[in-house]
Structures are given as structure tokens and as C-alpha cells.
């Protein structure tokens, strides 16, 4: 029977070979059995989960996704709201700095 694997963020059906979903981009951490919450690798699942031995059919759509993603490290985990992600802040830095030089620019062509 054949396996299948579906993406924890986005419940979308992924190739087993896969390290991140092409549909969310998510990284994969590894397998998760949807019967028994069984955590191990793609090579541990080859025939069934090890512990439970339960397999997916065919006909079945898991309400579950059975492909985990890796937790934010809380060191890159956004502790408020208010936090933006440090490739975020780079584009407001470089926005600012352009309308800080236009400004300068019109100020300077309007007072000479």
C-alpha cells in the first residue's frame, strides 16, 4: 500500500523525499503518525508506523497532517505582536533611508 505524507502548516499531500513543502515552504522535521502521535523519521515509517503499525489507505483524508515542521527556536520566535521579522525591519530601513534622501532632495530644490 502506498504511503502518504501531508504537510503539518497546510494539510496538502507532499512526496515522501521532500525537506519542505512546495505549497507553504515550511522545513520538515520529520513523520508523525496520525493514530498514535508517533514521531520518527521517513525511514521509520517505510511499512507503518513502528509503534502502532498503522497504515494510511487509499480512500482516507486525514484530518491530521502526518508531516511535523520544526518549532521557531525561541530566540527567533516574535514574543509580541508588535515584532516584525528581521528581513521586515530591513525593508522599512531601506524605505526610510530613500524617502529621507527624497525629502532632502525636494528640500534642497525648493529653498535654492
Known amino acids: 500500500m502506498k504511503s502518504h505524507f501531508f504537510c503539518d502548516a497546510c494539510n496538502r499531500e507532499v512526496a515522501s523525499h521532500l525537506d519542505k513543502c512546495p505549497y507553504c515552504g515550511v522545513k520538515f522535521a520529520g513523520v508523525r503518525c496520525p493514530a498514535c502521535q508517533y514521531h520518527g523519521t521517513i525511514a521509520d515509517f517505510a511499512n507503518g508506523c513502528p509503534s502502532c503499525g498503522y497504515t494510511l489507505g487509499e480512500q482516507f483524508t486525514p484530518e491530521k497532517p502526518t508531516i511535523t515542521k520544526k518549532p521557531l527556536r525561541p530566540s ?30 525636494f528640500y534642497y530644490i525648493h529653498n535654492h
Open 76 to 105: 527567533r520566535a516574535l514574543r509580541y505582536p508588535w515584532q516584525l521579522p528581521t528581513k521586515d525591519i530591513g525593508s522599512i530601513a531601506v524605505a526610510f533611508i530613500i524617502a529621507s534622501i527624497a525629502l532632502l532632495v
